[in-house]
Nanobody
């Protein structure tokens, strides 16, 4: 059974950094697309970043470009989201997701089949 377990969230001051981890298990993800989304209460879940596991190709939401970096560690079956220069607007619950290979770099929720439980990130001003 597929499991995605996020960790690394917490409280940080504006301008600080956090690194989120997503440990994937239950199947081979070597051909999968891995994504990070975030959600604020009362709002829709929004795309943050995605990485194609096999090629390492990445894509980012405009709001995080230049500040966030998504990467993967094949040996550990883990995907990371390095978040730098954090802003209060980045406060949200962050979710890891996995989906089957598709053309391009998927950025919509329905393109992902598996989801983690989420890890909260709070950025104070």
């Amino acid at each position: 059974q597929v499991q995605l377990v996020e960790s690394g969230g917490g409280l940080v001051q504006a301008g600080g950094s956090l690194r989120l981890s997503c440990a994937a298990s239950g199947r081979s993800f070597s051909r999968y697309v891995m994504g990070w989304f975030r959600q604020v209460p009362g709002k829709e879940r929004e795309f943050v970043a995605t990485i194609i596991w096999s090629s390492g190709r990445t894509s980012y939401a405009d709001s995080v470009k230049g500040r966030f970096t998504i990467s993967r560690d094949n040996a550990k079956n883990t995907v990371y989201l390095q978040m730098n220069s954090l802003k209060p607007a980045d406060t949200a619950v962050y979710y890891c997701a996995a989906g089957p290979p598709r053309p391009g770099t998927p950025s919509r929720e329905y393109e992902y089949d598996y989801w983690g439980q989420g890890t909260p990130v709070t950025v104070s001003s």
